[in-house]
């Protein structure tokens, strides 16, 4: 960080915060370090499909379809959202259904994970991970997909700018910063 004590150790966290973007953004490094640094659990939608569906994101879209995915997603995050306060990473198709969008801004909040596009492909080229990559133009599919979610993430309750040349660390002190202006949110322990 920039050498200031942040008091994260006095710090509640007291919903949820589910970290929203593109792939790439950072959303599960950046969310794994929040956590640690908040000391409360880290959870990851899309992780949490695969252990319930006993296969991996691009099979489940292979097999049953995107419908079918973004339903169970939306099954998933409703229930991470019910327990406790935590940092959420989620797949970053999960913020375009308007039902999700409601559901976290009600019962938790919305962290975007705002990354530019260089950044973005710099961070996926080379990973074959993504199903909606797997495209004869991954580039082009990638600026495609940026450009329809970009105007959704914008709605998110809280905006944090992801840069390359950041830390982790650095990003998750970002968004500690960004949330200390919501006391809904992260509120002084006073116990400490």
């Known amino acids: 960080m920039d050498g200031r004590d942040t008091s994260v150790q006095a710090l509640k966290l ?3 915060v589910v970290l929203v973007g593109m792939m790439g953004a950072g959303k599960t490094a950046v969310g794994k370090a929040l956590a640690a640094a908040l000391h409360v659990p ?3 939608s899309d992780a949490e499909i695969e252990l319930a569906a006993n296969m991996t994101i691009a099979e489940i879209f292979s097999r049953d379809g995107e419908p079918f995915f973004r339903q169970k ?3 998933v995050i409703s229930r991470l959202l019910d327990g406790t ?6 797949g970053g198709g999960a913020y375009m259904s308007a039902a999700n969008r409601k559901m976290i801004t009600e019962r938790g909040v919305a962290v975007w994970l705002d ?3 260089p950044v973005l492909w710099n961070r996926v080229k080379h990973k074959n991970t993504r199903p909606l990559l797997r495209t004869p133009d991954p580039h082009a599919t990638l600026r495609e997909i940026y450009e329809q979610r970009v105007p959704v993430y914008a709605m998110a309750d809280v905006t944090v ?3 390359q040349a950041k830390t982790v660390e650095a ?3 970002r968004v500690i910063e960004a949330l200390k202006a919501r006391s809904d949110v992260l509120q002084e322990d006073k116990t400490e």
């Open 14 to 16: 007291r919903k949820t």
């Open 42 to 44: 880290f959870r990851d």
């Open 73 to 75: 997603e939306s099954q």
């Open 85 to 90: 306060p935590s940092v959420l990473s989620t």
């Open 115 to 117: 990354a530019a596009l």
């Open 161 to 163: 700018t992801s840069e």
């Open 171 to 173: 990003m998750a002190g």
